[in-house]
């Protein structure tokens, strides 16, 4: 790895698209000038098969080559996580890939099965740490209604090293991480948005879906943050506040069509997204994506 992860949790963690070539299949080949654009910004860690990558509208088996792509193309200039999740058969043999094909972590995705019982999630993610061999894993926590005590349990698994926490309760938040080891790093699950609050009770870093299209704005809040100037962060996060609105709409079913999106007007076409995300945007939508990147000199 180019750093340790810990630090490198601490900073930005960019999720990138699954892009699909004109016949709908994934094309990682694609990749190469966001992964370069994103490394030169300096963004931290590059997470293959995260939810901006479409994982649960890929199956295994694409979900395996975007990984061994991901890692093949960054070529260790930064650490890589593998997005892992689904059933805990699959998410095994993910684990045991990842590791393979040289993967620096995990991303345990938080189960969406809806008989989830707490004790059930954490013999989840030991299984999954197990059949890595020992790879580092980032608990991706999308609800938090098991409550603080139960968090802090489930990060206290040994090879829990952080948490993206992806829900709007800094409150909760500031509990759980009163409760857990010191060790593990919180990161702000939110993107750039959410990143100052959830800071400021002790999140540290950021995931970020816009770092396929702007890294470097992406940096600077990072930076602005991590100075604890978090007037100079707001200003920034003003900024590009459009294109994270454009994101959230549709119950956040325009998440990665706003990305592909903006990519498709830089000129660099990655594709549509698969259902049940919103394909196309909408005129108006497309409308407002169009004059945020020219704005802000983006367009192709």
């Not at 997005?83 to 969406?112: C, F, W, Y």
């Not at 997204?273 to 367009?299: C, I, M, S």
Request: aromatic fraction near 6%; proline fraction near 6%; charge should be negative.
């Amino acid at each position: 790895m180019s750093k340790p992860l810990a630090e490198a949790l601490r900073g930005i963690s960019g999720i990138l698209v699954t892009p699909y070539d004109a016949a709908g299949e994934i094309a990682p080949e694609k990749l190469g000038p966001i992964i370069d654009r994103a490394v030169g910004a300096g963004v931290d860690i590059l997470v293959a098969n995260g939810n901006t990558g479409e994982f649960y509208s890929i199956d295994e088996q694409e979900a395996a080559r975007m990984c061994a792509s991901i890692v093949e193309q960054v070529a260790g200039r930064a650490p890589v996580l593998a997005g892992i999740g689904r059933n805990i058969r699959e998410a095994e043999r993910a684990a045991a890939h990842a590791r393979k094909v040289g993967a620096d972590a995990l991303m345990i995705h938080q189960t969406p099965d809806p008989f989830v019982a707490p004790r059930g999630y954490a013999d989840y993610v030991r299984r999954v740490v197990a059949a890595s061999d020992g790879l580092p894993a980032m608990l991706y926590l999308r609800n938090d209604a098991m409550g603080p005590k139960a968090i802090a349990e489930l990060v206290s698994i040994e090879g829990v090293a952080g948490v993206k926490w992806a829900t709007p309760n800094p409150m909760t938040l500031a509990r759980a991480i009163e409760m857990s080891p010191e060790h593990v790093v919180w990161v702000g699950g939110l993107a750039e948005v959410w990143a100052p609050p959830l800071c400021a009770v002790g999140a540290r870093g950021f995931t970020s879906g816009l770092i396929n299209v702007w890294p470097e704005r992406s940096v600077a809040i990072r930076d602005a943050l991590a100075a604890g100037d978090y007037e100079a962060a707001a200003g920034l996060i003003a900024g590009m506040r459009v294109f994270e609105d454009i994101r959230a709409e549709e119950m956040g079913g325009t998440n990665v069509t706003g990305v592909k999106s903006a990519l498709a007007l830089m000129g660099e076409d990655c594709g549509g997204v698969r259902p049940p995300g919103a394909w196309p945007l909408t005129d108006a939508q497309q409308g407002r994506l169009a004059a945020f990147l020219a704005d802000n000199g983006l367009a192709g």
